[in-house]
Structure formats: structure tokens, C-alpha cells
């Protein structure tokens, strides 16, 4: 079930009215009633999901209350160990053993070995990166003594299967989610109001952008070979708006619908592209998963290479971002697009001006001398996305030396901007729009219904030209 | 040993590159703007070289506070 599903806009309302008419008596009732709302969401895939999501679920639970009660820190490491290793074990079989077996077989076939490509037919359990990444940071604020395990089994499964996060987060910890799962909820008027502006802007940011970006960057992308330096570089332009308007679009609502049951998720994005630097940027895009490689891989990596000084600074973040290339897929180009980012690093690093806290509430006032800034670590980023993006590391590769040879050969074309400027000049203009409406608290309901107006004009323009309209998000394959 | 907070103090201020840095035993990172997951790092390798001890990962992940880093330095 997707958000901007028919089936979703008849499931949110029925939820709603449920939760604060029927079982609003008590927390308990509530609790069990959206753990059965999720549950019911998430059998809308593939039901059959539902028992290693219950899996996953009784499996961490239970290993947080063996911990807490181990009376030895050795059998509290066995137990953390198998918890963790089960978890990533179901992760890795699930998403990366199709990728292991083709790499083996291009290994095999380099090294003179020829062998007939067999693949196991497995499909990826949508959520899977997102409820895993729960689990294990519970299970290890456990073992570091960080929290104690919880008691109640439905309030804790309802913390890894709520479904405003289930498929695609934010990735939330115990520590910000639980104690609100576990307080009594009250309707209120304004965080309900709220919730449902975040609803119309994240249905806009997809709907509008995201999905109209889609065909143009597809076209370009697919078709590569035949378009013009300035074409292909405004194609990664497209899709780093597109990203944006698919990924952030996607949190906002989910940050929406879970306003209007009472219960806050965590900012996933705070203008990343108005960064002034690769490290400023990861402090504000996908907050949520930064902050967790932050805490769970980068720091325990970090400590163990402390004594090597900035080389061993330098590793750690290699080893985490060359991680989070691997967790957004299972292929090459998504390992060098990590690569690509650990590089970014390097002058942060030797600078030690390097990781900033994590989560800036507010974004700063930006400045004119900013903006040489803001373009150059965009313009890195884009780099990346061409890797991202590409099918494959060769498309990749071709992608940009096409930028490069074509460009160098005709460079007068940068004057000459296509029609692709246009999608430019519109993305640009709603990222401004967006920094000033929420960051200077401007979301009137002037822009409330005007954004309702163009989702409705967008789905009534697809469905009288019959668009093929992408309808899953980015995210979801990851 | 016997280490106080106005041991401490010092390092925090040397390596978070802040001379007006005040820190208590209940300082946690969060109160501290310059305390990145960065400056952490380099925070425990100046703590271990300063009092010649060295921590497990274990008893620095479990810090929450300040107060915590003393006493593990005290045990």
C-alpha cells in the first residue's frame, strides 16, 4: 500500500477515526490497534513478510531482556552477537546474495573459470533495511547500557512495525519513539493541522516534482548515449530534485500521518541542498541514516582505529560510507558512489572541522557568499548521483566521460541550455520556496490549497493523457 | 587514582578548541556544540594518553556523561 494509493486514502481515514473514537479509552487499546493497522498495511505487499517482520521483532525483544539479565558481560556479547548476526543474516540473504553469487561468477570468469549464471529467484521484503537498522540499535543501546530493554511486547513490535516508517522510515531510535508509544495520546488541533500541511507538501514534492522529473530524467538516462553534454548534466540535475522531491516527499507524509495519530517522528531532512559542504550536507540529508551509521558503524569503527590518528579517522569513514553505498543497493555503482563521498571527506577531515553534530534544528540565514559554496558541494553531490542513479558502474563511467568528451568538443553549448533548463530553473525555485515556507514558518493556506490544486491538476493531467505514472517511491527498493 | 573534573577540563578545552569550555560531571555531548562524533574520537585518545590508561569500546560507548568518564578513569 502505497502513500499516494486510493487504497492508502481509504485506509488513513478508517485508522483515524478507529484510533481516537472507538479506541482512545486507553494507551493499551490504541497501542494494539495500530500494531494491527500495521500489520494489515504491510500484508498489502506480501502477507507472507508479516512472520519475519513478527520474527525480527520477537527476536530482538527477547534478546534485550536475556542481556539485561545475563549475569556475565561475556554471555551479554554472545547474545548481542547472535542478534546482530541473525538480523544482518536475513538482510544479507534477502538483499545481497543474487549480487555476491554474479560478482563470484565475474570473478570466476576473469580468472578463466566458466561457469552457467545461476540466480536464487528472492524477493527483497519491502522494509527490510529500514526494520532491520531498528532492531540492531536497540538490541546494541542495550548491551552499552544505554536504555533498559522494554517489558511490553506490543508497545515495542508497534516501535518497529508503525506504519507511517515501516517501509522507508525515518529510522527511529527507542529512546525518541518508545516513551511516546508508551505515553497516552491526545488529539491535538494544532499538531493535526500540522500533520495534514506536511501531508499536501510531501504529496506535492512527489506528485508534482518527483513524478514529473521522472520520464525526463528517465529518457535521459536510458538514452544516454544520444544526448549532448548539457543535456545529460541537467539529467542528473532533474534527478537530484527528483530524489529529493521522492525521498523527502515520502518522509514529510509519513511525518504527516503520524502527527495526526499523536505521535512525532524525527526531521529526515533539513534543506540539504542549500549545504555549504559534503560533511554539512550529510548533517541534513536522510538524517536519520546518517545519524545512525554515525552512532552505530562510524564510532565503533573510529575507537578501534584511534590510535592510527587521522588515518584511522579516514578509514572509519571510508569503511561507513563504502556500508551505506552497499545498504542503498546491491551493486557496484552504489559502493563507488559511497567511495566518491568517503573521498568528499578527506579535506574535512585533515581539517578537523569534519563530522558536526549530527542534527541542526534550523537551518542557517543564508548569504550571497554563500552561495559559490552551496553550488560547488551541489555540484559534487550531483557527481555522485551520477552513480546513483546509472544502471550499472559501466553506464556510469560512460555517462561522464560523454559529459566530458562532448563538452570539451563543443563548449559553446553551455550557452545554448535546452529545453531541460526549464526543469532547472521550476526545481530551483520550489527548493527556495520550500527553505522559506517552513523555515520562516510562511505555509499559509494560500499555499496549502494551492499545492492541493496542483496534485489535483497533475493526477487529472495523467490520467487524461494516460501518463504512466511512476507509483512506488525510490526508497522502496532500498 | 584520583582524578576530578578540573583534570579534565583542560583536554576538553584543548581538544574541542573552546577556553571558555565549563564542563560538569552531568555535561553531556549534546550540551556541548564543538562534542561531534569527530572530536569524541579524538577527546578519548587525548583522555588515554593524558592519565596513560586505555579504555574497551565497551566502557565508551556505555558513557552517557562526563561523570561517567571519571569514573571509569577513578576504577
Known sequence: ?478 | MDIKIEDLSPIFCEVLENDDLLITESTVAADVPEWDSLNHIYLVVAIEKQFKVKFTTHQIQSWKCVGDILTDLNK
Open chain 1, 1 to 478: 500500500m502505497l502513500f499516494n494509493s486510493f487504497q492508502f486514502f481509504l485506509f488513513l481515514p478508517i485508522v483515524f477515526v478507529l484510533y481516537w473514537f472507538v479506541f482512545s479509552k486507553n494507551k493499551s487499546t490504541q497501542n494494539v490497534f495500530l500494531l494491527i493497522a500495521s500489520y494489515v498495511f504491510y500484508s498489502f505487499w506480501d502477507w507472507r513478510f508479516s512472520f519475519l517482520l513478527a520474527f525480527s521483532t520477537i527476536l530482538d525483544f527477547s534478546t534485550g531482556l536475556i542481556i539485561e539479565k545475563a549475569d556475565s558481560h561475556l554471555k551479554k556479547r554472545r547474545w548481542m552477537r547472535f542478534s546482530i548476526l541473525t538480523n544482518l543474516g536475513l538482510l544479507a540473504y534477502f538483499k545481497y546474495t543474487n549480487f555476491f553469487i554474479d560478482s563470484f561468477i565475474d570473478l570466476f570468469n576473469v580468472i578463466g573459470i566458466h561457469s552457467d549464471p545461476y540466480t536464487l529467484n528472492i524477493i527483497l521484503p519491502v522494509g527490510i533495511s529500514f526494520y532491520t537498522f531498528h532492531g540492531v540499535s536497540y538490541v546494541l543501546d542495550i548491551y552499552f547500557g544505554r536504555i533498559k530493554p522494554h517489558q511490553n511486547i506490543v508497545d515495542y513490535s508497534l516501535f518497529v512495525s508503525y506504519f507511517p516508517l515501516l517501509v522507508s522510515g525515518p529510522i527511529e531510535r527507542a529512546t525518541h519513539l518508545l516513551p511516546q508509544i508508551k505515553e497516552k495520546r491526545e488529539f491535538g488541533y494544532v499538531q493535526g493541522v500540522e500533520g495534514l500541511k506536511l501531508i499536501i507538501w510531501g504529496l506535492f514534492k512527489k506528485i508534482v516534482i518527483a513524478d514529473s522529473l521522472a520520464p525526463v530524467v528517465n529518457e535521459i538516462f536510458q538514452n544516454y548515449q544520444n544526448h549532448s553534454s548539457i543535456t545529460l548534466i541537467i539529467g542528473v540535475i532533474g534527478f537530484a530534485f527528483q530524489v529529493y522531491g521522492d525521498f523527502s516527499g515520502y518522509t514529510d507524509i509519513a511525518r504527516g500521518v503520524s502527527k495526526l495519530l499523536g505521535i512525532e517522528l524525527i526531521l529526515n531532512f533539513n534543506f540539504p541542498y542549500f549545504s555549504k559542504s559534503i560533511p554539512e550536507f550529510w548533517s541534513k540529508w536522510h538524517i536519520s541514516l546518517s545519524s545512525w551509521l554515525n552512532d552505530y558503524v562510524f564510532t565503533p569503527l573510529a575507537l578501534r582505529f584511534r590510535n592510527w590518528g587521522r588515518q584511522g579517522v579516514f578509514m572509519a569513514v571510508t569503511l561507513t560510507f563504502l556500508i551505506s553505498g552497499f545498504w542503498h543497493g546491491a551493486a557496484w555503482h552504489f559502493v563507488i558512489w559511497g567511495a566518491l563521498h568517503a573521498i568528499y571527506y578527506i579535506p574535512s577531515i585533515y581539517s578537523k572541522k569534519g563530522l558536526k553534530s549530527m542534527v541542526k534544528k534550523k537551518v542557517e540565514l543564508i548569504s550571497f557568499t554563500d552561495l559559490p559554496k552551496i553550488i560547488i558541494t551541489f555540484s559534487f553531490v550531483c557527481f555522485g548521483y551520477v552513480f546513483f542513479r546509472a544502471d550499472s558502474l559501466l553506464i556510469a563511467f560512460n555517462y561522464i566521460e560523454i559529459i566530458i568528451i562532448d563538452f570539451i568538443s563543443n563548449p559553446a553549448q553551455l550557452f545554448l541550455l535546452p529545453m531541460g533548463v526549464k526543469i532547472v530553473y521550476f526545481s530551483a525555485i520550489f527548493l527556495i520556496l520550500e527553505l522559506l515556507i517552513f523555515n520562516y514558518k510562511l505555509f499559509s493556506k494560500k499555499v496549502f490549497w494551492l499545492s492541493l490544486l496542483l496534485i489535483e491538476i497533475q493526477f487529472c493531467y495523467d490520467l487524461f493523457y494516460s501518463v504512466d505514472i511512476p507509483n512506488t517511491f525510490i526508497y522502496f527498493q532500498f
